[in-house]
């Protein structure tokens, strides 16, 4: 049962390229969700999806894109990376909301942008 | 200023000692509250979820407390072993207009020493 799981796990890109970031997740869970965690912040919440078809923006979404492909695999768009988007990024399920249901993470994805 | 603040923010124990991580929060109105442990390079694991009825809850060698009318919370291990060495997030969970939000801590790091 591996969880949930994200590729690649290290990324390096240059200012203006794009990228994308993928998640699947085996537990059958309803909603899906991508958190950004920097140095001396809590995670933020990038988009989520709270069942497959649907998706919205979180608390920080500018520069982002995200799909929900099926019900297991939830990607990560950066259609023009910029330095300010440098960050540790976790892929998240959860069975219902995730206010009212333990959060499963991935094992994160490290992105430099230089 | 954090809706979830943690402290201390970073601690160092020696190994067989116990230790108390706090968690303060000002979000409202309270749905539950959660803490998760993160390995250095990992993604965060859920220990503990209580809900408003409920002031405390253990999950082995950690026990977690909340007094809901101070909005307090505090997360106590005990007899630290060296893989307890992690980061320590503190979540909670609000609902607003049927939808509950999640707003996270910025985590107390724990170092336990031989």
């Known amino acids: 049962n591996a969880g949930v799981t994200q590729t690649p796990k290290f990324q390096v890109l240059k200012t203006g390229q794009s990228m994308t970031l993928q998640c699947a997740q085996d537990?059958?869970?309803?909603?899906m969700y991508w958190y950004r965690q920097d140095p001396g912040m809590g995670l933020r919440l990038i988009y989520y999806?709270?069942?497959?078809?649907?998706?919205d923006k979180g608390e920080v979404p500018n520069g982002y894109n995200v799909s929900r492909l099926n019900k297991r695999e939830f990607s990560l768009r950066l259609e023009s990376a910029a330095p300010s988007q440098t960050s540790v990024y976790f892929c998240?399920?959860?069975?219902?909301?995730?206010?009212?249901?333990?959060?499963?993470f991935g094992e994160g994805s490290w992105l430099t942008v230089v | 200023k954090n809706q979830v603040e943690q402290s201390p923010q970073s601690l160092i124990i020696l190994e067989g000692k116990n230790c108390t991580l706090q968690?303060?929060?000002?979000?409202?109105?309270?749905?539950?509250l959660r803490w998760y442990k993160q390995d250095t390079g990992r993604g965060p694991v859920s220990l503990t979820i209580?809900?408003?009825?409920?002031n405390t809850k253990s999950n082995g060698r950690y026990t977690a407390t909340l007094d809901a009318d101070t909005k307090q919370s505090s997360l106590h291990i005990t007899a630290s072993q060296l893989s307890d060495s992690a980061s320590y997030i503190c979540?909670?969970?609000?609902?607003?207009?049927?939808?509950?939000?999640?707003?996270f801590g910025t985590g107390t790091k724990l170092q336990v020493i031989p």
């Open positions: 999806s709270a069942s497959e078809g649907t998706t």
């Open positions: 998240a399920s959860s069975p219902g909301q995730a206010g009212g249901n333990t959060i499963y």
């Open positions: 537990m059958n869970h309803n909603s």
């Open positions: 209580m809900t408003f009825s409920e």
């Open positions: 968690c303060n929060y000002t979000v409202s109105p309270f749905s539950n």
């Open positions: 979540v909670v969970s609000v609902s607003s207009g049927g939808y509950q939000k999640v707003t």
